[in-house]
């Protein structure tokens, strides 16, 4: 995703307003929910993940899944956390990733962006940037339906 075709930037002025996006999201998930997280290092897609997890009822820890690739949890839906930084293409089709895409959880991808040929067709990307100390921008673009809707209604309404 380039940030020019983001349908909304959202500002998150702290890690607060960062829950808010992510709480709001969980509650628009259903199974096959894929959301694709970018962004500059340290940004805060581990953050995001965490929160967007607590908001699905996950009871456990999350943390980065860097080193073991995909972390299963369970919550009011089953939680996929991937983290595909440190993987080639070639090596995350040997995962068998469309069970998670496709199946009855929810997925979100750091790093998405490394894999782009491998996640489906319709996606929520968030692009995370650091723009202060404590300030993010959160460029968001809905590819396919539901989306798209998604995204659109995050614009018209607020988060």
Do not use: C
Not at 53 to 69: C, E, G, H, L, Y
Request: aromatic content about 10%; hydrophobic content about 40%; cysteine-free.
């Amino acid at each position: 995703m380039d940030k020019q075709s983001a349908q909304l930037v959202f500002t998150a002025g702290h890690l607060e307003d960062t829950k808010r996006l992510a709480a709001r999201l969980a509650d628009l998930s259903l199974p096959g929910t894929v959301i694709v997280l970018d962004g500059d290092l340290g940004a805060g897609k581990t953050a995001f993940s965490q929160a967007f997890a607590k908001a699905m009822n996950v009871k456990d820890q999350v943390n980065s899944p860097t080193f073991t690739i995909i972390k299963e949890y369970e919550g009011s839906l089953p939680f996929y956390h991937m983290d595909v930084y440190r993987i080639s293409p070639e090596e995350a089709d040997e995962l068998g990733l469309d069970e998670y895409f496709y199946g009855e959880g929810v997925t979100v991808v750091e790093w998405g962006s490394l894999i782009d040929e491998l996640l489906p067709e319709a996606r929520l990307h968030l692009y995370i940037e650091v723009s202060g100390p404590q300030e993010r921008l959160i460029y968001v673009y809905g590819q396919g339906e539901p989306y798209e809707t998604w995204a659109e209604s995050l614009k018209e309404n607020g988060v």
